[in-house]
């Protein structure tokens, strides 16, 4: 039996996650996907500026500004049965854009976002397994930054690019050299 999974979200003021798995069988004729909720939810999950990456296990995590929390930053992974939180207090502010990607050696999480109480600039923090660490300097894009986007290389090292709006909305690409962006 072939597998073939994905994941997508779908947002309308509750976070509501979905996944669809279809599998086909040589004997089989149909395939019949079919969307199921990953976990009970139930709307625990509130906020907006979103961002998904799987882990190594292929499980979802989620950053997302959390609602019930002010909209701070916020990170849940998927077990195959509950959603749970990755780490606390991952930010002081109110996040208005945030993305996610998993560093594939470590299996830990690293999120790019900014918040309003900075000048709108880019900020990194990476989870060592119990905390959320600033990568670099706070704010290290020193203008306001647009539609933030992290990757991570095969090799652990983080890219992070943005429209930068005090550069005449010129699209930055940094990577992270192990001592600064």
Not at 26 to 36: A, R, V
Not at 57 to 81: H, W
Not at 102 to 122: K, L
Not at 129 to 145: E, H, I, Y
Request: net charge negative; proline share 4%; aromatic share 10%.
């Amino acid at each position: 039996m072939k597998r073939a999974a994905f994941v997508v979200v779908l947002f309308v003021g509750t976070l509501v996650l979905f996944s669809c798995s279809a599998a086909t069988d040589i004997d089989q004729d149909t395939e019949k996907p079919e969307w199921k909720l990953l976990g009970s939810t139930n709307g625990a999950l509130t906020g907006e500026a979103l961002s998904l990456t799987v882990d190594t296990a292929g499980y979802p995590l989620i950053a997302f500004a959390d609602g019930p929390q002010g909209g701070l930053a916020a990170v849940n992974r998927y077990d195959g049965v509950l959603w749970s939180y990755v780490g606390n207090n991952i930010t002081e502010g109110q996040v208005s854009e945030i993305s996610i990607a998993m560093n594939p050696s470590t299996n830990n999480p690293i999120i790019a976002y900014h918040d309003p109480s900075s000048p709108y600039g880019v900020t990194v923090k990476v989870f060592n397994g119990t905390n959320w660490t600033l990568m670099g300097s706070q704010n290290f894009s020193g203008g306001q930054a647009q539609f933030i986007q992290i990757i991570m290389r095969t090799d652990g090292k983080p890219i992070v690019a943005y429209k930068d709006a005090t550069a005449s909305t010129k699209i930055t690409v940094q990577q992270w050299s192990g001592t600064a962006w």
